[in-house]
């Protein structure tokens, strides 16, 4: 998937170093998914099977981002935290990371990056 998205960029004209830059903003590096960890599943509406930003329209997503953290998923790389996160807004992308630590992390709009930064302050 990684090299895909560098070909598409390469392909618009960009250098192959931005291309790598690019292609990381929307898809991990081989093996470094959460997918790849076990810790991560992406969900899709059943009447919307595409990977992009109308996920989050659909009726499905719009259940999971209200409940997910009940279950102790958060929605991983949620809107306006791509620059703490790396990656861009994917209203499908959900990450387990317990109960405690969803409810915490839902109930103040934070990211796990900013979650992590609170239990485990750099120093």
Not at 8 to 30: C, D, F, I, K, T
Not at 79 to 87: A, E, N
Request: charged share 20%.
């Amino acid at each position: 998937m990684f090299d895909e998205k560098c070909n598409e960029y390469l392909q618009q004209g960009y250098s192959r170093a931005e291309a790598h830059r690019a292609a990381e903003e929307w898809v991990a590096l081989p093996g470094t998914s959460e997918h790849h960890l076990g810790m991560a599943v992406d969900i899709v509406a059943e009447s919307y099977q595409f990977l992009d930003r109308r996920q989050e329209e659909t009726a499905e997503q719009q259940w999971m981002m209200a409940h997910s953290w009940e279950y102790g998923f958060i929605l991983r790389y949620p809107t306006g935290k791509s620059s703490l996160t790396g990656i861009q807004y994917e209203p499908w992308h959900y990450r387990y990371v317990g109960r405690a630590a969803a409810a915490y992390i839902t109930q103040n709009h934070l990211c796990l990056e900013e979650y992590l930064s609170i239990i485990m302050p750099a120093g």
